[in-house]
């Protein structure tokens, strides 16, 4: 791309003004693509753009400086920077060719003349500016870059980036990090930031990272790097924030994430109204699989590695989608999760007229699945589920909510449930191996979700089990405290993962 360069003084502004820009030819083999960084597509055309204004009086718009020759390098200040929010500009709300400024935190567009970056420069005195997709510092108005060791850690906080070994070596010791403010956080078992209705989204995330293998996968951007799905690139920046152990504050806010959700699920699922958290997970794993397989959903993807199982289920004959033949009707579903049905709430009180809280093992409710017990509904007719696949990762959802055309109510039955070694082969005939043994059916619980409250109402937490400590902590939004193992299996249980055992 041919540029015109012409030298001459900063206060020459006729000159300036007299320089003819070319226009960018679309197809210009000159224009090189910029890496893809914080999901943002570059192009180093963006740059250019700023710089045609600047390069007929400004000889340093292409210089770069290092960090003992820049004046304003100590005026950045860290505490004010926070990379978690959407990237656009706060004066035109445009996403394209933004800058961060280093000291107050806000975003801008461009650094050139007339932009809302360059003029934050001249009117507030901040200096040293961020682009954001790429990580480059530069000096405003003097429109040079500034290259300085001293700046590696923002660069990093804006993009994390984990190796191989790093990844290998998350679960194999305990870890803690400090933050600027000197408070300690567990990376990786992080608060994250209620933006106001956001809870059923936070304790679905915290979830999902409990998935090793899963997380494992969004850690390294470079096991998607040819997927173009914005939520899937939104969920590995949120993966590799959560575990950043060199980040400037001990919690995360998946602001960034919530507007791909609310973009790629048609406002479904948004910040400002509360959502069902089976309704959210359901969508979000499907999603995501769906993304990474581009649209081939019968394909496999780390989503179906880690939580896909099989159903076995028989329909009656004259019944269901078998109501036309003399014989039942087999068919083996693929399952992500399973529904457990609680048995009806009491509605008498007892002597000393306090309501009965009842409780049921979870062996009982699982029962649901041994191939014998007979189901009957409606629309689908009477069906018997039996277990074929187990997955690696076993995701359960009780059945608390019961919605009528009135109201919605809440069952407040207890499931008795342990956490550790559910042993499934004590209530369910488990699928056999090629010798005919049954194969590995032992599970320990890795994350407890629950709603406390009222049905419509109440608020939503999960416990997690860090595995590196063998110690539970529960989280609500920002808040993460220790909590005894006791106290998870007597929560109102919602949402269940599981992890296989090997052996």
């Known amino acids: 791309m041919k540029r015109a360069r012409e030298e001459g003084d900063a206060g020459n502004g006729r000159q300036a003004e ?122 405003l108005p003097d429109m040079y870059e500034v290259v300085d060791r001293s700046l590696a850690d923002i660069k990093y906080v804006l993009n994390p980036t984990f190796t191989v070994e790093e990844v290998a070596k998350l679960d194999s010791g305990v870890s803690w990090a400090r933050a600027l403010d000197g408070s300690e956080y567990m990376p990786g078992l992080v608060g994250l930031n209620n933006m106001k209705n956001n809870d059923y ?73 509360q959502s069902d958290p089976v309704d959210f997970l359901s969508w979000m794993v499907n999603t995501l699989h769906n993304d990474l397989t581009g649209g081939k959903r019968k394909r496999r993807s780390v989503v179906t590695d880690c939580l896909q199982g099989e159903l076995e289920v028989v329909t009656e004959a004259g019944t269901g989608k078998a109501r036309d033949s003399a014989e039942p009707v087999t068919d083996h579903v693929p399952f992500l999760m399973l529904g457990l049905d609680l048995p009806p709430a009491p509605l008498f009180k007892d002597a000393l007229e306090k309501v009965i809280i009842p409780q049921v093992p979870i062996f009982d409710i699982l029962k649901k699945f041994n191939g014998e017990i007979m189901h009957e509904d409606i629309k689908a007719g009477r069906r018997r589920f039996r277990i074929t696949r187990l997955p690696r990762f076993l995701v359960l959802h009780v059945k608390r909510f019961l919605r009528n055309q009135f109201f919605v109510e809440k069952n407040p039955t207890i499931v008795n449930f342990p956490v550790k070694n559910l042993d499934l082969a004590a209530c369910i005939p488990v699928p056999q191996g090629k010798g005919g043994s049954p194969l590995p059916a032992k599970y320990d619980l890795v994350a407890n979700l629950v709603h406390e409250g009222k049905a419509g109402e109440g608020v939503y937490k999960v416990h997690i089990h860090r595995k590196v400590e063998d110690i539970w902590y529960e989280v609500q939004d920002l808040r993460v405290t220790e909590v005894l193992p006791q106290m998870v299996a007597l929560s109102e249980t919602y949402m269940q993962v599981y992890e296989r055992k090997a052996g």
């Open 18 to 139: 007299a320089v003819k820009e070319e226009p960018i030819a679309k197809d210009d083999p000159t224009v090189k693509q910029e890496p893809v960084a914080n999901g943002v597509q570059g192009n180093t055309a963006d740059d250019d753009e700023d710089d045609k204004p600047l390069l007929a009086n400004y000889k340093m718009s292409r210089s770069s400086k290092k960090g003992s020759e820049c004046p304003y390098l100590d005026t950045i200040s860290r505490q004010n920077l926070d990379f978690d929010f959407e990237k656009c500009c706060s004066v035109t709300l445009s996403k394209n060719n933004v800058y961060a400024c280093l000291v107050c935190g806000k975003y801008f567009q461009g650094r050139g003349p007339n932009t809302q970056a360059y003029t934050h420069a001249l009117e507030g005195g901040h200096h040293m500016f961020m682009k954001v997709d790429n990580g480059k510092v530069y000096c």
């Open 201 to 273: 989204a936070n304790v679905v995330l915290q979830a999902l990272v409990r998935v090793h293998p899963l997380r494992d996968f969004f850690l390294r951007p470079e096991n998607y790097a040819d997927c173009n799905s914005l939520l899937v690139q939104r969920f590995g920046e949120f993966v590799r924030k959560m575990w950043n152990p060199r980040a400037f504050k001990g919690q995360v806010s998946p602001h960034e994430l919530m507007q791909a959700v609310m973009s790629a699920s048609g406002k479904k699922f948004i910040i400002d109204r």
